[in-house]
């Protein structure tokens, strides 16, 4: 799903079926079944995506509270246990977001793709991922750089010392953001840094 062959996964399910649920979980059965349905019918993908996400934002909810409880009750082997479990369906939550997220983007519906976000900001706004993309999308807003530089900052500061580390197009709209947000000086200093490193 990488490279987008979604009619090549389409025929590998459709072709080995008896294989399909003793080798896949049911969550993954579920993500390349909306996966491959988003390509002819994106609405219909939309609410299979949504159905999971939901089911896995109650997860991480359950497992949040289960969290705090162990450390208020000062277990520490039950807190790596539940953070380990968080931290797993965590990585199940994003690409499912990320998924959802697409559907509105593919058609520049960006103001969706920030309330999905936004939504989803509880679980995961301390992730570089969910940054960028959070970034991505007050860029594409054109009336929100302020909010963008909010989100691509941090990813730039935190490479830094290897600048070349950071996406080209991270600094681009970084620099594009300040311009556009009359903080020009922070432009020209980025870009020095830049032209310095490279």
Known sequence: LKYEYFDLAADVLAENAHLTYKVLSQYLYNFLDAMITCQTAPEEAFVKF??????????????????????????????????????????????????????????????????????????????????LNMAHVMFMQEDKYKEAIGFYEPIVKKHYENILNVSAIVLANLCVSYIMSSQTEEAEELMRNEIGRA
């Open 50 to 131: 949504d159905e999971q996400a939901s089911v896995l934002a109650e997860q991480l909810l359950k497992q949040t509270k289960q969290i705090q409880e162990a450390k208020h009750n000062k277990n520490d082997d039950y807190v790596k246990k539940a953070v380990k479990e968080y931290g797993e369906t965590l990585e199940k939550y994003i690409p499912v977001l990320m998924a959802q997220a697409k559907i509105y983007w593919n058609v520049e519906n960006y103001q969706m793709v920030e309330k999905l976000f936004r939504k989803s900001a509880k679980f995961c706004q301390d992730l570089d991922v969910f940054k």
